[in-house]
């Protein structure tokens, strides 16, 4: 047995038993949400013995990096939020999955497999050509000498701190700083693809300080900064399961389905939160002979006539939370091919909880649809928040005002199953640029084992899109797919004539949209209220350039050792940057 199995197995074991044994005395600190920021966080926390509650709203852990299982005609396929690169130095994350061996799921990409797609058509694939696009641009932008002014750049790029980075360029947008004739470098030049591909928005709507530390932090820092790893299979099974058993073995409690509706504060300091929903009824008309839903308190409900009198289901996929609509058998959800029966139990998809049901009373003439109380408080001296800005302006808007100013932009990832491969000499991931909405694009089926196997078998390919530019916000989820398939055949033209046979899309409007000055609203990880300690991407650390999923990780370890300090014990080790 391979050192991982025999752990994730072991793990799984303790996991279990840890589950049975309720916990007599109330945790230490609740966690709320089950992101990388939150598993970091009540990791390191339950590692030294701290009692731990993980609370989570959906039934699945990873956040923006959650994956899950679907079928295609029957047959298993992975689906993810979004591929995401895992770089060599996110050092925090890579020590977390080194500590429980689970590093083997990540393997290196090649640089050949990496690519480009510039405006009209210009394909840019290996090192000469990428080389040969940055010289055109540059020299269009007006650079002088180009191996004077890059290496200008370089240096620039390499001597400036990051505090001259924050006084010089926080608040001004990347559009203003490469109309200021900026120094050559990778950033500047390609500022419409990297703006989008990376940061999800326009130059127009990033802040340059934020888009300036991060080409120094994933391509000019030390000489393998620009390496990525991809994870060779879905993150639920290699990464994020593996690591909440670990808490779990630990002695931490993980809670799912368990949304969090308020954190409680007493006397300036945080004593809890409480999760669940506060009683509701709605008053229908009769009568009751076909299906309706209704809004009950901000819910959307299913009311129709069962076998045995009328009865009510919550609309609200128990999954990911999505809508569900009635279909003949029952009610099945648009999200990831969740189904459930009539009475709303999940036969199908990744839901593995029931509908919730509620009590339907005749009223006169009609009905009424009660929900009962659901809220439950849960109380501890410590409340870690690492859940995304949406939440988190919902959580704690009026306690700490500024995080109201953050903002949060959309997420379109599409994927898709077709009946042929694409060339060999295609690369497995390009940045876009030219595309109406693609930003974006991986052959996954090249980067992963599972759907690589399944493409085989079908002589077939699993590609990604992810899509950034140009949305409205109005179009409908059938309107973005088909949009979307339309730019999978012009982005690999060996598909223009493909067979779809499966396709999926996953919006959402949760991305930390780093704006220009968001560092100005933004809270430290411990904030003013006591107790109160926040972790994720939108967390700022006033001395550190790490980005994104490392942020991520790194702040929910550096809650944990506020937490670990003040408690008396040993804190987990800050690693250097490399
Ligand atoms: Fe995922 Fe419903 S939200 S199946």
Known sequence: MKRRTFLGAALGVLASRVGRAAPTEPPEVIVVGGGPAGISCALELAEKGVRVTLV?????????????????DGDPVDVEHGIHGWWYQYVHFHDLLARYSLSEGLREARASENG???EDGYRVTGFFTRAGAFIRRANARGHGFFPTAFKAGQRWMRKISLAEIRAGFAGKSVADWVANDPPLTVYSVFDEMMAHSMYFRPPAQV???????????YFSGGPKNDRVQWLNGNPDTLVWTPLANAIAAHGGVIERGSPVTEVLVGNGRVVGVRTGRPPAEVRIDGPLDAWRSVELDGERVWVGPGEEGPVAYSAVCTHQGCAVDRSDAGFVCPCHGGRYDGTGQPVAGPPEHPLSRYRVEPDGSGFVVKRPDTRKSLYAPWVVLAVDVPALQALVGELLPSVRELQACREVVARFWVDRDVSQTARSAVLLEGFAHSSNGFLVHRLQAGAGAWAAEKGGAVVEIQAYR????TETDAEMLEALEGEMRAIWTELADATVLKRHLTVGDAFTWFQPGWRAHAQQVRTDVDGLLLAGDHVHVPDSEVQFMERAVLTGRMAANIVLRATGRRPADILPPR
Request: aromatic residues 12%; proline residues 0%.
């Open 470 to 473: 140009g949305w409205s916000g």
């Open 116 to 118: 480009m797609r510039l």
């Open 56 to 72: 989570e709203a959906g039934s699945q852990l990873g956040g923006k990096a959650k994956g899950w299982r679907e079928t295609l």
């Open 207 to 217: 802040d340059a300080a934020e888009y300036i530390e991060g080409e120094r932090f």
